[in-house]
């Protein structure tokens, strides 16, 4: 079965999100680099990650999946459309986004 994983922000200005983060959910970041930030709340990850104002696309839930490519493949044969091919993240994860037929984002992610 598949479970939830995290959520990642994309932001415009790094340091400006994780003080705002930090001083919400009351805690100091686990990973602090130019690349992401990432808080562990009560077991659930959450990132921020930069990105320039035209390519962000707001929060995105990931759902962990065993086998990224089969999963890729069954969300678009149930009509999902690809935006980010899978791509490794470091450490062996490897990500990859998906659309809904609203437009939604839906993140997948596999953890080695």
Do not use: W
Request: with cysteine.
């Amino acid at each position: 079965m598949n479970t939830f994983d995290n959520v990642v922000y994309t932001v415009g200005d790094l340091n400006a999100a994780k003080s705002i983060h930090c001083a919400l959910l009351g805690a100091e970041p686990h990973t602090d680099e130019p690349y992401y930030v990432g808080f562990n709340i009560n077991g659930i990850e959450i990132g921020l990650a930069p990105q320039a104002q035209d390519s962000r696309i707001g929060p995105v839930a990931y759902i962990r999946v065993e086998n990224l490519a089969a999963a890729l493949d069954d969300a678009q044969k149930a009509g999902a459309t690809l935006v980010d091919k899978p791509r490794d993240v470091g450490g062996g994860t490897r990500i990859a986004t998906v659309s809904d037929s609203d437009g939604t984002i839906l993140g997948l992610i596999q953890r080695a």
